[in-house]
């Protein structure tokens, strides 16, 4: 089945430090991948996504990430973590009418 | 007007009751859908919605009944759910492209269900 993989389900970071979220799919067709972000009790919102055109895609909040198709990966940075970055993340991809959702990584922002 | 509305926010009932979520988006989505969210777990597709006919069904219990009164509107009636049926359920919408569904989904706040 094609899937994401997210690594490492608790992500503790220091404010000002960088954050990295890491993301691998699997796939034999370029896919559609996206990155998620749930802040406590409230829905899913779109931080960036990749479909086509140029690898290295900017979010908002300050997040960005690039698509490396040799590396499988879709991985998630933001050069200086702050207090409100604390959240769930969750990877995706598109496929089969359907998005496939990694098992996510709770960040936890040290002060 | 890029929102997602849910309604209730929150909702506990028993396991006779019969209670609905209701769902809305004035984007012009022709793609609507029901996840289910357990904790600190990944939404689980339930139910797709495109231009108003069911076109996925997750294979979900018979107690969850969805149902897409118009274009902007979906609801999901629960009826005789169980304790494990307990989760927050999320709401999105995206546009529809022919053929297939790509496009980025948005999401409401979800309802949080509690089923005693």
């Known amino acids: 089945a094609q899937s994401v993989t997210q690594l490492g389900s608790h992500v503790s970071v220091s404010e000002g430090a960088l954050v990295l979220l890491r993301c691998n799919y699997s796939?034999?067709?370029?896919?559609?991948l996206f990155w998620y972000v749930q802040y406590p009790n409230q829905g899913l919102q779109l931080l960036l996504k990749?479909?086509?055109?140029?690898?290295l895609v900017k979010g908002i909040n300050g997040f960005e990430a690039e698509f490396k198709k040799s590396e499988t990966s879709f991985h998630l940075t933001k050069p200086s973590a702050h207090m409100s970055d604390a959240a769930e993340y969750f990877c995706a991809r598109y496929g089969n009418n359907r998005l496939a959702f990694g098992k996510g990584n709770q960040v936890v922002v040290i002060p | 007007d890029t929102e997602v509305t849910q309604t209730p926010k929150h909702l506990v009932m028993g396991m006779t009751n019969k209670k609905s979520l209701k769902c809305e988006q004035h984007m012009g989505h022709r793609a609507m859908y029901w996840y289910k969210q357990k904790a600190k777990k990944p939404p689980e597709l339930m139910f797709v919605y495109s231009y108003e006919k069911l076109s996925i069904n997750e294979s979900v219990p018979s107690r969850f009944s969805p149902e897409c009164p118009n274009s902007s509107l979906l609801n999901l009636h629960l009826h005789a759910l169980q304790p494990e049926d307990s989760a927050l359920y999320l709401c999105?919408?995206?546009?529809?492209?022919?053929?297939?569904?790509?496009?980025?989904?948005?999401f409401g706040p979800g309802t949080r269900l509690t089923v005693t």
């Open positions: 796939s034999s067709v370029p896919p559609y």
């Open positions: 999105a919408s995206s546009q529809y492209n022919t053929g297939h569904l790509l496009t980025e989904q948005y």
């Open positions: 990749y479909t086509t055109g140029a690898t």
